[in-house]
């Protein structure tokens, strides 16, 4: 049906049959003879009468007609979306060329779309022009660089656009022509899969339960009712029946690429070789020098980890999925098992969490036969990975800032032998019923992984639901056979290997500095009132904050999406901006409020613009990478883009977006507010934040960096954003407004 849409096997007979009966009933041949001499030459056409070939013929055409009606109403739909004209508006009027447009959208949108309707229909990421992208970069450095630095910068950008730029532009559009998408794949191989560091902390990221409801404390309970809520969304995800994600009004669809590899799929170690030194080295061995990610079609199992142990649990008992009283079954049986682990198996997960080439040379070595391959395979063949914590995680009130850091920690790295990195996601169920996600970020953005957690919390506590003594609804199965214990003969040499890989990998975690707040003053409905974009006024505030901190500005990483396009992923919004540094000049010298407030304004304005270039495709960081891979690829040496590359994010943003609202009634229930999510620091003396918009009351802010920095504290940066936040509101003055 995806593959047809916006046409449907309805839309089929309509178009047959009433091709076919205006035929017969005006006399006509409409295919000026087509249907004849189709009919002479089918081949058991001597055995049929001239009427059936008539109908016959009449089928055949009537078919193409269909055929050329999607093929059209894709292309005319293509062309609509490729028009972006509508994110300019002015927020809250809505013009009549848009309305329009918008109604043509849903007119040629079809009816009941599935996850992958829109793939064909989507535009492709268009490449900017290197005169744009130069200028466009040179502005977004000013603010960074003395005269005398930005001087010679503006010479390099210059000679780059004269001499190389177009040459590597002209390859560049030529990829264009024929990839679906010419960042994507270099993006996912090239920052990700060739990567030799640890995944964890650099890479992966982590999800967070309810901040303030507790469903049960029950630890098998909690395991039954989100492994099952997250095999039913893998069910629809196989149906493709779960809805497409759309912007402005549920109209404008997003590609939804990112969601096939969501589960049963395993990041797999390849091994670095003499010849591929470099990240871009242009003499690429296909599966050696770099990791791949493998994906199968189905699984019928998960893999749990409890206390050193490693099993593999069915998920479906009599061609039917578990219930979730029997999934908790299975898990108390895990929990109950008092068997020692196998020598090595405690913490063989260690080797996902350090150095990628030590862990292939391991997997080469150890795991290639025998029963160490058949349990490797259960846990890379996995629908997901789960581990049953033996620790307790969960917000405190009488001691919030250290369970919510002890938990965000524990997400992000636990003890580092204890989550399976490499799966795309680790289900994480903590002693006392908490629980949350660990995610591997090759595969997919953030929004991805959100979007299927959003549908877990929904669904445990309320439509689940547990009995009174805070069990999950239902019974226990008098005849489900138990888990697998998975088995392993780990000589010592590869156990050296593991415990080389685990001081790699604490060092790392040990090294990280997390602080997690609820920002309760205000939210999104204040921040509205005061006719400004959350999403800018929060940037801003993290500006101020940021030249707080440390005195200075700094290069600022601020993720966003470009999934209007087809297999589009990220772009980066440089959100340190001389308006913006305008802006806090004057908080800091204490300006006039009124030329405060003016000079924010300019500064919002400013950034929701560049916010609006990187989602349509304008942005600058992509495509200057995609340059220097050119580059590499000719064997090209470039100044300019290996300056720009190679400067560091000191201050890297997110914000994880709330994608289904519809699911959760903050207003009757504000208590069941998520807590996000959060990443480890992307420069080793800047900061990670992360942040969450949640209802119209709550911030939730995550925050990373590195002891061994002297320039960083979390809870320093922690207290810098909560004042920065209040001192922008304050200067509104909506008190007194209101008043």
């Known amino acids: 049906m ?59 055409v009537g078919t193409g007609l269909w055929v050329t009606i999607i093929m059209v109403m894709r292309n005319v739909l293509k062309c609509l979306l490729s028009w972006h004209g509508w994110m300019h508006a002015p927020h809250g009027s809505v013009s009549w060329s848009i309305r329009l447009w918008m109604l043509l959208v849903k007119v040629f949108s079809g009816r009941k779309p599935m996850l992958y309707s829109f793939q064909n229909s989507l535009p492709r990421l268009p490449v900017p022009s290197i005169k744009d992208t130069c ?68 890479s992966n990221y982590y999800a967070m339960d309810f901040l303030y409801v507790f469903p049960t404390s029950i630890q098998a309970a909690r395991a039954g009712n989100a492994i099952h809520a997250i095999m039913l969304y893998r069910r629809k995800l196989d149906r493709a029946q779960i809805k497409p994600i759309y912007l402005l009004a549920n109209k404008i669809p997003l590609c939804s690429a990112q969601w096939e590899q969501m589960f049963n799929t395993s990041r797999v170690p390849g091994l670095e070789t003499a010849q591929c030194e470099h ?46 009283r029997e999934i908790e079954q299975q898990m108390q049986r895990i929990l109950n098992d008092q068997s020692e682990p196998l020598p090595g198996e405690e913490k063989l997960a260690a080797l996902t969490a350090g150095e990628r080439t030590p862990w292939a040379k391991a997997r080469e070595t150890y795991f290639a036969r025998g029963k160490n391959k058949q349990s490797l395979d259960a846990i890379e063949k996995a629908a997901f990975c789960v581990t049953l914590d ?49 995610a591997e970020h090759s595969w997919a953005d953030a929004p991805i992984v959100g979007h299927l957690w959003e549908h877990v919390l929904s669904l445990d506590p309320i439509k689940l639901g547990y009995t009174e003594e805070g069990h999950c609804c239902g019974e226990p199965h008098p005849n489900l056979p138990g888990p697998l214990k998975l088995s392993w003969d780990i000589p010592a040499e590869c156990q050296e290997v593991i415990e080389s890989s685990l001081t790699v990998a604490r060092a790392l975690a040990d090294d990280v500095d997390s602080h997690i707040f609820p920002f309760k003053d205000f939210g999104k409905g204040l921040i509205k009132k005061c006719r400004t974009s959350p999403d800018a006024f929060i940037q801003i505030a993290l500006q101020l904050a940021q030249y707080r901190d440390k005195g200075k500005f700094c290069l600022t990483y601020e993720a966003s999406m470009t999934r209007l396009f087809r297999e589009g992923r990220t772009e980066t919004v440089r959100s340190c901006t001389m308006e913006t540094c305008a802006f806090v000049r004057a908080m800091i010298r204490d300006e006039t409020r009124e030329e405060r407030l003016s000079l924010l304004k300019v500064a919002a304005e400013k950034h929701q613009n560049m916010y609006r270039m990187a989602m349509t495709g304008d942005g600058i ?45 903050l207003v009757r229930h504000p208590e069941f507010v998520s807590s996000g999510g959060g990443f480890g620091p992307v420069a080793d003396d800047g900061y990670g934040v992360s942040y969450i918009i949640v209802g119209e009351n709550l911030i939730n802010f995550h925050i990373s960096s590195k002891h061994s920095s002297p320039e960083t504290d979390s809870h320093r940066f922690g207290g810098n954003i909560r004042q920065a936040m209040l001192d922008i509101l304050d200067l509104f003055q909506l008190d007194k407004k209101t008043k």
């Open 279 to 324: 990240m871009f080295n242009s003499s690429r061995v296909p599966g050696v020098d770099t990791d791949t990610l493998q994906h199968m079609n189905d699984s019928k199992h998960i893999a749990v980890y409890h206390k050193g142990r490693f099993f593999k649990v069915w998920m479906f008992y009599d061609g039917r999925l578990l219930l979730p």
């Open 135 to 202: 200028r466009r970069y040179l502005e977004s450095v000013r603010p960074l660089m003395d005269d005398e630095k930005y001087e010679r910068m503006e010479g390099l950008t210059k000679d780059f656009e004269k001499n190389l730029g177009p040459r590597l532009q002209w390859y560049l559009k030529l990829k264009s022509w024929w990839a679906s998408n010419y960042v994507s794949d270099w993006w996912e191989e090239y920052i990700y899969l060739r990567g030799r560091g640890p995944i964890m902390v650099n």
């Open 2 to 60: 995806t593959g047809v849409y916006p046409g449907s096997p309805g839309g089929f007979m309509v178009v047959v049959v009433s091709y076919m009966s205006y035929n017969k009933y005006k006399q006509l041949d409409p295919s000026l003879g087509l249907i004849a001499k189709l009919g002479q030459h089918i081949p058991i056409s001597r055995y049929m009468s001239t009427d059936s070939q008539r109908i016959v013929g009449g089928v055949l």
């Open 621 to 665: 960081d992509r495509h200057l990478f995609c340059l220097y891979v050119v580059s590499k690829y000719l064997g090209e040496d470039s100044p300019f883009l290996k300056e720009v590359l190679s400067e560091p994010w000191r201050l890297s943003t997110s914000q994880t977006p709330m994608q289904q609202v519809e699911l959760f009634d």
């Open 390 to 438: 033996d620790t307790e995680q969960r917000y405190d009130a009488d001691n919030p800032v250290k369970s919510l850091d002890s938990y965000a920690k524990s997400l992000l790295h636990g003890k580092c032998y204890d989550r399976w990195f490499d799966k795309t996601f680790n289900l994480i169920v903590f002693k006392n019923g908490t629980m949350g996600l660990n």
